[in-house]
């Protein structure tokens, strides 16, 4: 069937305009996103097609290469409905959490606390924007911690790809043993000099054992 013999009432953009965007149907959406069909299908029979073999649950985890494994989907509507997801992710994400601020090294201790499992170290960094806010938290690796396995470059790249400005940096140990090690300090002055490069901040080195914990800002002086 070709568009043309739609009728007018039916199609996506006049649904949108006269009964409001809530009605449409999921299909009919990837149609207003991707606009047009091609030569063998028209937008909506190709829109029908996408969420019949991509669900919208699927669909939000979708990559480029998944979509355009569908005939009839090339890259420029798969990037489309893509960027669209992902517009639609970010904002709710804005509009429906509340933000959790990380302002001193308690808040930071409780934050990740329970992230630590087992007898083994795990190093994880607190991503923070302007006003403390956290964008992210990361393991980065599981191991032994010295400043030949912790690399500032990783760190540092997570943080520009989250537009970070700020880093908490964490880890445990096992032994139960709070005080920050020769290789801790070492380790922590190596990261705050590489992030100091491109205008980061950290903020604070937590170290946690038996449920307790040890901040550089507090007992030591970065």
Do not use: W
Request: with cysteine.
């Amino acid at each position: 069937m070709k568009i043309k013999d739609i009728s007018k009432e039916e199609l996506p953009r006049e649904k949108l305009k006269e009964k409001g965007v809530k009605n449409l149907s999921n299909s009919e959406l990837i149609a207003l996103i991707i606009n047009k069909g091609n030569k063998e299908e028209n937008v909506i029979d190709l829109s029908h097609k996408i969420i019949n073999k991509k669900p919208l649950h699927e669909l939000k985890e979708t990559e480029l290469g998944e979509l355009t494994k569908i005939k009839g989907i090339g890259e420029v509507k798969a990037s489309q409905i893509i960027a669209s997801i992902e517009l639609g992710r970010r904002s709710f994400l804005r509009t429906n959490f509340k933000k959790t601020n990380i302002n001193n090294s308690e808040k930071a201790f409780c934050e990740i606390a329970n992230d630590f499992k087992g007898d083994q170290e795990s190093f994880i960094v607190i991503l923070l924007d302007s006003r403390n806010n956290l964008i992210i938290k990361k393991t980065m690796f599981i191991g032994t911690i010295n400043q030949q396995i912790v690399g500032s470059r990783e760190i540092v790249k997570l943080c520009i790809q989250n537009n970070a400005v700020k880093v908490i940096l964490a880890h445990n140990h096992p032994s139960g043993n709070l005080e920050p090690s020769e290789a801790d300090h070492k380790t922590t002055e190596k990261i705050e000099n590489s992030l100091r490069l491109f205008n980061i901040e950290l903020v604070d080195h937590i170290i946690v054992a038996n449920e307790k914990y040890y901040s550089f800002k507090d007992e030591y002086l970065l």
